[in-house]
């Protein structure tokens, strides 16, 4: 037993390797931006999938173990994974990687957030104290959080400072392009009506400039119920939508209640990378979230 | 850093979400957890399991009651220490210590160390609290063996393997002062604990985790009252001895695309075994006869919690005992029962309702078979909510 054990020990310890920074992402988007940024230099862990709630996530023995090796920790922040990460570093054992180390990073601290709330009041259902953390749907976002990621990982592997101000050069460079190029593609959804699933989508709204009029949670986090969504429904007869948006982990099912009866498109966005079959990596989860965007305009 | 936030400045995008120039900024997360319940049983619950009557039997109450409720309050102390507090408000009045720790954050290396009263690392149930059970009861291992949950005052250690497996060791010392031990006043140490967990996915949409325990302690004059003896009288007792736990544990977890918020099963099940060899004071009151007294203890429980959808879970419990056959002193042959020959079980059957995450509503049933001749019909109707810090889970 204790040969076994120390075997495993030693084959993982040869296995650490010799890349140059251990990464764990906590959701599918800053992996990607990692390896946008890191390319080989990273070895990158992902701790939830794109068909995961992010808010309801367990601080699984898994998570603890890669939390363990970590050099660094890419996190969204605002409370997001507050259900979990909090318990997954303080177990890890891993001092590096805790609030505020030099290798814990938090996406949420280098943009503007919105919706935070003027009050807090578990009354109003699961707030945030920082804001809205869906800071992803924004592909504005990733300018500055990409900026300060780089600056992160400069300062984790100082040896590679090159290759990354390199990469994050070239990002930004492919990422005002591609900027421009959904904002032009998106034109004809400025100013359209929607309704959300849940209150995921403000920074999308933002950007593109989407009239979010209703929200089919009757408070973030509390499940619709069918006499809230008759209320919803009561709203579109006044001011109609042309579609109701969801993100690619929640249930079918309000959607589909609403489209039924409002007869307007119900629209699943992959909302990070993996969310979808095109979203594959940041590009492509910006292009498909803008195709079927406008694909809800028919 | 800097480049950050002359970035921000740059952007205009940035705002402090931090800004709180008041001491209270400084509180610590303060939870308060309140539950209460409702319950109906067809005996007295204050009567032990058979064969079990030298443990504890935390039963169950009757009709309303105000359940425990549970203050928690922790925070970074520095940069190398968080404190953790759970204070029980007892309804009756009166305020316990549940937990009161501090544990280091800095060490480094995957160690973890704690110290001050915590809840054993031992089992899986073990360290979670009341409001985290799947059931409004403990299984009745954990009741008869552990009096629900061993809290020690003491020290722990752990240390997490650099591997990509979970792997996790464990190691406590602890004054002994919950059953199977008796505080006494003595230097060293009272109770050891010794655990390995081992834990991992499966894809995307499993997780398990594994454990094994040793918890070894002394009892020294450990009394117990209304013991039944072979004369037909109850008596009380008093051992002194050691007392050797052995348990393992196991969970599985599955949830379709491993997204827990729609559909989850979770399976798990503990085996416990507690060997206990000492001397036996029988009848301290009266005759008080002592001699030697061994016995090996054992039970386990099995159970299956299914959320069917948002916020509806129901779940099935079996548990099983075996007082063991005891090895009893000539002196007390006649006096002290050796072979109870029967073997307590329980079926328990759960449905509740989460309106949000900080809410549960609960309705159980439970056959109760754990008393011999006695057979009971129990129901329950419990809740349990959160106010304020709403702090991690653990697996």
Not at chain 1, 254 to 264: D, E, L, M, V
């Amino acid at each position: 037993m204790y040969r076994m054990i120390l075997s495993l020990i030693l084959l993982s310890l040869s296995s650490l390797s010799h890349a140059a920074i251990n990464v764990f992402a906590c959701e599918p988007e800053w992996a990607a931006l990692t390896k946008e940024l890191a390319g080989e230099h990273a070895v990158i862990y992902t701790a939830t999938g794109a068909l995961q709630d992010p808010h309801r996530v367990e601080a699984r023995p898994s998570l603890i173990a890669r939390a363990r090796r970590a050099d660094l920790v890419v996190c969204t922040g605002a409370e997001l994974e507050m259900a979990w990460l909090p318990l997954v570093l303080r177990e890890s054992g891993n001092a590096k990687v805790q609030p505020g180390g030099e290798g814990y990073f938090e996406a949420a601290s280098a943009v503007r957030m919105l919706e935070v709330p003027p009050r807090l009041d578990r009354g109003d259902g699961d707030v945030h104290a920082q804001g809205n953390p869906h800071i992803q749907t924004d592909a504005r976002n990733f300018l500055p959080i990409a900026h300060a990621l780089a600056q992160k990982m400069m300062q984790r592997d100082p040896a590679n400072k090159s290759h990354y101000q390199q990469r994050l050069t070239t990002f930004e460079q492919r990422w005002r392009a591609a900027l421009a190029r959904w904002e032009q593609q998106a034109d004809p959804l400025k100013g359209v009506a929607v309704v959300v699933q849940h209150q995921g989508f403000p920074y999308l709204s933002d950007w593109l400039g989407l009239k979010e009029i209703a929200v089919l949670e009757p408070k973030p986090g509390m499940e619709p119920s069918a006499s809230w969504l008759s209320q919803v429904l009561d709203t579109l007869q006044r001011q109609p939508a042309r579609m109701v948006l969801r993100a690619a982990y929640q249930s079918e099912r309000p959607s589909q209640w609403i489209t039924q009866r409002a007869h307007i498109n119900a629209i699943e966005l992959p909302y990070t990378v993996g969310g979808s079959d095109a979203a594959q990596d940041l590009y492509g989860l910006f292009d498909d979230t803008v195709a079927r965007l406008l694909k809800g305009l028919r | 850093m800097f480049r950050t936030i002359s970035l921000c400045g740059a952007m205009l995008l940035c705002q402090s979400s931090y800004a709180a120039g008041n001491e209270s900024a400084f509180n610590p997360a303060f939870s308060l957890i309140l539950s209460g319940s409702y319950g109906s049983l067809q005996q007295d619950p204050a009567t032990p399991a058979t064969g079990f009557a030298m443990n504890p039997y935390p039963g169950h109450e009757q009709g309303f009651n105000l359940g425990e409720s549970e203050m928690g309050i922790s925070a970074n102390i520095d940069p190398q220490f968080r404190g953790a507090a759970t204070l029980a408000l007892d309804p009756a009045g009166g305020v316990s210590v549940e937990n009161a720790f501090v544990q280091t954050t800095a060490f480094g290396d995957g160690l973890n160390l704690k110290f001050g009263r915590f809840f054993s690392g031992l089992g899986y149930l073990n360290e979670q609290h009341a409001h985290a059970w799947d059931f409004t009861d403990q299984p009745l291992v954990y009741a008869v063996l552990w009096e629900n949950q061993l809290g020690e005052d003491g020290v722990q250690l752990k240390w997490l393997a650099p591997t990509e497996m979970f792997l996790e060791f464990g190691a406590e010392a602890g004054k002994g002062r919950g059953f199977p031990g008796s505080a006494r006043a003595k230097n060293g140490s009272g109770a050891g604990v010794l655990f390995v967990h081992v834990g991992d996915d499966i894809g995307i949409e499993q997780s398990w985790r594994a454990g094994l325990s040793l918890h070894r302690t002394r009892a020294v004059e450990r009394e117990s009252d209304d013991v039944p003896d072979l004369l037909g009288n109850s008596v009380s007792t008093a051992f002194t001895g050691d007392s050797r736990t052995t348990g393992l544990d196991v969970v599985w977890k599955y949830a379709p695309n491993g997204n827990l918020k729609e559909r989850y099963l979770k399976l798990q099940g503990e085996y416990f075994r507690r060997s206990e060899n000492g001397d036996l004071r029988y009848d301290t009151a009266g005759a008080n006869i002592s001699d030697s007294y061994a016995v090996i203890q054992s039970g386990w429980y099995a159970q299956a919690v299914y959320q069917f959808m948002p916020r509806w879970r129901t779940a099935l419990r079996y548990d099983r005992l075996d007082p063991g056959i005891a090895s009893v002193g000539a002196a007390n042959a006649a006096n002290v029962i050796a072979d109870y020959a029967f073997k307590p079980s329980r079926t328990t059957l759960m449905l509740d309702y989460s309106p949000s995450e900080f809410s549960r509503i609960r309705l159980q049933l439970a056959h109760d078979n754990s008393r011999q001749g006695l057979p009971d019909n129990q129901f329950f109707v419990q809740y349990i909510m959160s106010l304020g810090a709403h702090g991690a889970h653990s697996y």
